[in-house]
């Protein structure tokens, strides 16, 4: 059996002319948090839309469970809790009188379904205050406990903390990080917020322009994240000869005139600097630097960052 609950093969979907998503393949493993990662407009809500079968695939197929989403369906989405954008609550009731409204809908039959949702995260159960009355951080919170009452085995959540303050921001990591290590779910949450996913998540996928450039866990993704020596010369291009033909060394980045990057952190740098000096070549600066997620993110979607 697959250790992956969710898995998607060239999953595509087109409009028009445009490709929302193109050929993605994801894979996220049972119990754990899986951040899908990429700048708004990236295919991360489209992605979500149609795992849930809101929306259809133009081609590539999609397993949950081990089971075809799109032929069984009826089985599969009972067993799936989500957050698509914001959900449609009643702003004259309150969250108890909300929830009962959807557990109705949904034919949830837990007595204390409503109750439990709301204490998980930290809403108060038949209180009288009023949607319309609610903080966005209440509202988003609102929202993950429609997206549990009915003790799903997956939770999908598409930007829980987009918007949120820092303390909203908190509540909303701390109820995730609850939901998936003491309570067993998988949990796909998408984001533009770097920093976030990278406290939340076992694993990440990086989606640019509907492409899924990178996955793997955040431990690999970190240690793909290292440290490089950097060196400003007078002449990079003749550098760069130098370190090729002296210690075979390609795995090196030049940039601008006078900039190179090297990742061979084997090499040590009193070798490299007498080398260059040696063959005529300035050194005006030598040293170890390590990338933030962020320089991480730029390099592999060719572009700028995000938050």
Same mark, same amino acid.
């Given at each position: 059996m697959s250790q992956f609950v969710i898995e998607t093969h060239n999953l595509t979907k087109v409009y028009g002319e445009q490709r929302s998503v193109s050929n993605l393949n994801i894979h996220v493993r049972k119990g754990k948090i899986y951040g899908l990662l990429g700048r708004n407009g990236a295919g991360k809500t489209t992605t979500m839309k149609m795992l849930l079968n809101l929306v259809q695939p133009t081609s590539g197929t999609i397993h949950i469970f081990g089971r075809d989403a799109q032929l069984e369906e009826k089985k599969i989405l009972p067993r799936i809790g989500s957050m698509i954008e914001s959900p449609g609550f009643y702003p004259n009731l309150?969250?108890?009188?909300?929830?009962?409204?959807?557990?109705?809908?949904? !034919?949830?039959?837990? &007595?204390?379904?409503?109750?439990?949702? +709301?204490?998980? %995260?930290?809403?108060?159960?038949?209180?009288?205050? +009023?949607?319309? $009355?609610?903080?966005? /951080?209440?509202? $988003?919170?609102?929202? &993950?406990?429609?997206?549990?009452?009915?003790?799903?085995?997956? +939770?999908?959540?598409?930007?829980?903390?987009?918007?949120?303050?820092? @303390? /909203?921001?908190?509540? =909303?990591?701390?109820f995730i990080e609850d939901l998936s290590k003491n309570r067993g779910k998988t949990i796909l949450i998408s984001s533009h917020i770097l920093s976030e996913i990278a406290v939340l998540a076992d694993d990440i996928? =990086?989606?640019?322009? /509907? %492409? +899924?450039?990178?996955?793997?866990?955040?431990?690999?993704?970190?240690?793909?994240?290292?440290?490089? @020596?950097?060196?400003?010369?007078?002449?990079?291009? $003749?550098?760069?000869?130098?370190?090729?033909?002296?210690? !075979?060394?390609?795995?090196?980045?030049?940039? !601008?005139? $006078?900039? @190179?990057?090297?990742?061979?952190?084997? =090499?040590? =740098?009193?070798?490299?600097?007498?080398?260059?000096v040696e063959e005529g070549v300035d050194i005006f600066e030598a040293h170890l630097c390590e990338d933030t997620l962020e320089d991480y993110f730029k390099k592999v979607t060719g572009g700028e960052g995000i938050a």
């Open positions: 309150t969250a108890t009188e909300n929830l009962k409204i959807f557990a109705k809908l949904r !034919g949830i039959p837990r &007595i204390n379904a409503i109750k439990e949702a +709301l204490e998980l %995260v930290n809403l108060p159960y038949k209180d009288k205050k +009023l949607y319309s $009355q609610y903080s966005l /951080g209440m509202k $988003q919170r609102l929202a &993950i406990a429609l997206a549990v009452m009915h003790d799903p085995e997956i +939770l999908i959540l598409d930007e829980p903390i987009n918007g949120l303050d820092p @303390i /909203g921001i908190a509540e =909303i990591r701390k996928g =990086i989606i640019d322009k /509907g %492409v +899924l450039v990178e996955e793997g866990s955040m431990k690999a993704l970190e240690e793909k994240n290292g440290k490089y @020596i950097h060196l400003k010369v007078s002449d990079n291009a $003749q550098a760069a000869r130098i370190l090729s033909v002296n210690y !075979g060394e390609s795995d090196f980045k030049v940039s !601008g005139n $006078q900039d @190179i990057n090297m990742y061979d952190l084997t =090499i040590p =740098i009193p070798d490299i600097i007498r080398s260059l």
